[in-house]
């Protein structure tokens, strides 16, 4: 008697296999911890914090000089008459 190959049950549990083993090792992968300095963090958020005051302040120097600027070129002229 002659003995056949199963070759599509083997392929099955070679992938079974394969991704029971992908599994695991996502399951236990644990992320790399790294060094943090907490302190300059702190410092950054302090730094972002009183920056936004000093924008404000940039803004409305800004704002008033554009305003003074508009209102030197809205300055009515002498329009010609034109003759009826």
Known sequence: MAVT?????GRKNKNVAKNRVATIQR???VPVIKNV???AIKKE???K????AVKAEKVEK???E???KNAKAQKPSKAKK???
Request: aromatic content about 8%; hydrophobic content about 40%.
């Open 5 to 9: 190959r199963l070759e599509r049950k």
């Open 27 to 29: 399951l236990s992968f």
């Open 37 to 39: 300095d907490v302190d």
């Open 45 to 47: 958020f302090d730094a």
């Open 49 to 52: 914090k009183a920056e936004p």
């Open 62 to 64: 800004t704002v008033a």
């Open 66 to 68: 554009k305003a003074k």
């Open 82 to 84: 034109s003759a009826e």
